[in-house]
């Protein structure tokens, strides 16, 4: 049985908006994982001045919701400030699709989170911060927890995928229980690295792994 879309939904399902990598972007940021489902990954110009998104655009791996709600979060999301952005929520883009069925509602989930880390990172990057909080263990694996692990469709903090973390100076290494030689490992290395180099006071990020 096909699930109840709205006319909005296959609209930016069929012909998307702001769709594509954008070059130097200001500020990136990938929720999901294409191994376990769906995944949005967005990127952000914003003028350094007023603090406006410019440019917005975003890649998508999933069903038609996942398409249709990063579509419609970047039109939602141009031309705010970064601070009106963030009272963007998945409640303001189901509603602007005109509704998602009950068991689609994490899409709108997953690219409002997207957005949201991706001003976060900004901000990181670009020293907004309100509060310079140093990084610590408990950070990094906050962080962590958003990384899918593909053996187990739960993150790698929760999995135990992640065994140690090491910050000295800032240069923050990580120790991944999964052989180098693995076919997610590098999938894995470029989810890690990219949920924590953009913090403010982290200078370097190495991914250790270890496993036969």
Known sequence: ????????????????????????????????????????????????????????????????????????????????????????????????????????????????DALRTAIENYEHQHGLLKEKIPTSEKIIMKRLSRVINPLAGLDVVRTKLVKEVIIDKGIVTVFVELPSSHQFANNIRNEISERIEPLWDVQKVKIVFRGN
């Open 1 to 112: 049985m096909s699930l109840p879309y709205t006319k909005k939904v296959l609209e930016h399902f069929m012909h998307p908006h702001n769709v594509g990598k954008l070059e130097n972007p200001d500020a990136v940021a990938t929720e999901g994982s294409p191994a376990c489902g769906d995944m949005v990954k967005l990127y952000l110009k914003v003028d350094q001045k007023t603090k406006q998104i410019d440019d917005i655009r975003f890649e998508s791996y999933g069903c038609a919701s996942n398409i249709a709600t990063g579509s419609i979060i970047t039109d939602l999301a141009i031309g705010k400030t970064l601070e009106d952005a963030k009272k963007l929520d998945w409640k303001m883009a189901a509603e602007a699709l005109g509704g998602l069925p009950p068991v689609k509602v994490h899409c709108a989930v997953l690219a409002v």
